[in-house]
């Protein structure tokens, strides 16, 4: 099995940064994808950003491609979120999930969830 245990959300104002962590631990596989959904309040689970763990290709939703970074430090087995020029629409419930493809960008075809961590951006 594999855990993921997202950590870092906090109460933050519009145009602040904030720096999400995912640690992974358990029995992990070959062609290890690793993504970031969010969901708001009355909204649909929607994707943020994807990481191939090996080769660290990345993906992201068009919505904070020019704002989020998804990065991986391979020997703490972390997945991190650089989330950057913050708005109150990024208000959400993080979330990170493990995958057996890389830059899958569709939430069903992710196998393993964390427990989400939450953001909210002031105005």
């Known amino acids: 099995q594999v855990q993921l245990v997202e950590s870092g959300g906090g109460l933050v104002q519009a145009g602040d940064s904030l720096r999400l962590s995912c640690v992974v631990s358990?029995?992990?596989?070959?062609?290890?994808?690793m993504g970031w959904f969010r969901q708001a309040p009355g909204k649909e689970r929607e994707f943020v950003a994807a990481?191939?763990?090996?080769?660290?290709?990345?993906e992201y939703a068009e919505s904070v491609k020019d704002r989020f970074v998804i990065s991986r430090e391979n020997a703490k087995n972390t997945v991190y979120l650089q989330m950057n020029s913050l708005k109150p629409d990024d208000t959400a419930v993080y979330y990170c999930?493990?995958?057996?493809?890389?830059?899958?960008?569709?939430?069903?075809?992710?196998?393993?969830w964390g427990q989400g961590t939450q953001v909210t951006v002031a105005s």
């Open positions: 999930a493990a995958a057996h493809r890389v830059l899958v960008i569709f939430e069903q075809e992710y196998d393993f």
């Open positions: 358990g029995r992990t596989f070959s062609n290890l994808g």
């Open positions: 990481i191939a763990w090996i080769g660290g290709s990345t």
